[in-house]
């Protein structure tokens, strides 16, 4: 009884410490966060993705998040920051249309 409590116990701190990491390290490069579980290199390259996403709607109606996104990190010359933020955002899904 009591070892079957010890290892519910010792479960229960893995999640909350595994928890906390996610929280305060980049998802991408494992720096700390600036904002939006981003670091400040990170979180700024999500920025411009954003703003440019604005822009490229105007000149391309229908232009989806995600199309853009999948375009954007096609682009040879799209910085490195960026192609990464793309590449988490296509992979977790987090491309909704916000
Ligand atoms: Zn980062």
């Known amino acids: 009884m009591n070892l079957i409590r010890e290892i519910v ?40 993705l954003k703003e440019k996403y604005n822009e490229w709607a105007k000149a391309y109606l229908n232009l989806s998040f995600e199309k853009y996104i999948k375009k954007v990190i096609s682009i040879e010359t799209t910085g490195k920051w960026i192609k990464e933020v793309g590449e988490y955002l296509l992979k ?4 909704d249309e916000n």
């Open 9 to 48: 116990k010792s479960k229960v701190v893995t999640a909350i410490a595994k928890s906390n990491n996610n929280k305060n390290s980049c998802v991408i490069c494992g720096l700390p966060i600036k904002k939006d579980n981003f670091c400040e290199h990170h979180y700024s390259a999500y920025i411009k």
């Open 92 to 95: 977790s899904g987090g491309v």
